[in-house]
């Protein structure tokens, strides 16, 4: 059974914090790993990615993949309260063309 | 450009009652995809459509859901026969290229 795993499941720090957010994955037919941020019901697409060891990076976030270890880190750097959110990380199923999301993380950062 | 736009946004209905929620894709995206996400949980796959079929229905949790796509476009998500574990948000996300899924901003569905 296709599993993706994210830890934590929830994580509190102050602004100005950095965090990392874990993404672990079991599935067949691996084809990219996404990530999104969920404020309130859409799920905003954050980075995609393919290759292993290719840091994506956009502002003060940045992703980067393993795919012998089979999983993705996000890096948060300079944490604002914008930040708070659920971030949740999915495998694209090759062929399939579905996504297999995990938990997701709840961030939530203090002023 | 326009995003991914969904309706209703909420809807309330009574158990056995048959429900529709639409989707309204990104212009010129040819893949389409419902979720849902109950509370607590993470997002569980329903459909996929690629123009107007279906080549997976995998996810459908039982045959009294259904949906279909016309026109290469709108997609209609049908629950027949409500009951209250079907209570959720389904969510609606298009693709361009089958890979960067965009999602839109959800229905959320309580049945009474």
């Known amino acids: 059974e296709d599993k993706v795993v994210q830890s934590p499941l929830s994580l509190v720090v102050h602004e100005g914090d950095t965090v990392t957010l874990n993404c672990s994955y079991e599935?067949?037919?691996?084809?990219?790993l996404l990530w999104y941020k969920q404020e309130k019901k859409a799920p905003t697409f954050l980075f995609m990615l393919?290759?292993?060891?290719i840091e994506k990076k956009s502002g003060r976030l940045s992703s980067i993949l393993d795919k012998k270890e089979l999983f993705s880190i996000l890096n948060i750097t300079a944490t604002q309260t914008g930040d708070s959110a659920v971030y949740l990380c999915?495998?694209?199923?090759?062929?399939?063309?579905?996504?297999?999301f995990g938990q997701g993380t709840r961030l939530t950062i203090n002023p | 450009g326009a995003g991914v736009s969904q309706s209703p946004s909420n809807k309330v209905t009574e158990k056995g009652k048959d429900v529709e929620l639409r989707c309204d894709p990104i212009?010129?995206?040819?893949?389409l995809y419902w979720y849902r996400q109950s509370l607590g949980q993470g997002l569980e796959f329903l459909i996929y459509?690629?123009?107007?079929?279906?080549?997976?229905k995998s996810g459908l949790p039982s045959d009294r859901f259904s949906a279909e796509r016309t026109g290469g476009s709108v997609s209609t998500l049908t629950i027949q026969r409500t009951q209250q574990e079907d209570s959720a948000v389904y969510l609606c996300?298009?693709?361009?290229?089958?890979?960067?899924?965009?999602f839109g901003p959800g229905t959320r569905l309580t049945v009474t």
């Open positions: 996300a298009s693709s361009l290229d089958g890979y960067e899924q965009y």
């Open positions: 599935v067949t037919n691996f084809r990219s």
């Open positions: 393919t290759s292993s060891g």
């Open positions: 999915a495998a694209l199923i090759q062929g399939a063309q579905k996504l297999v």
């Open positions: 212009s010129g995206h040819t893949a």
């Open positions: 459509f690629q123009g107007n079929s279906a080549p997976d």
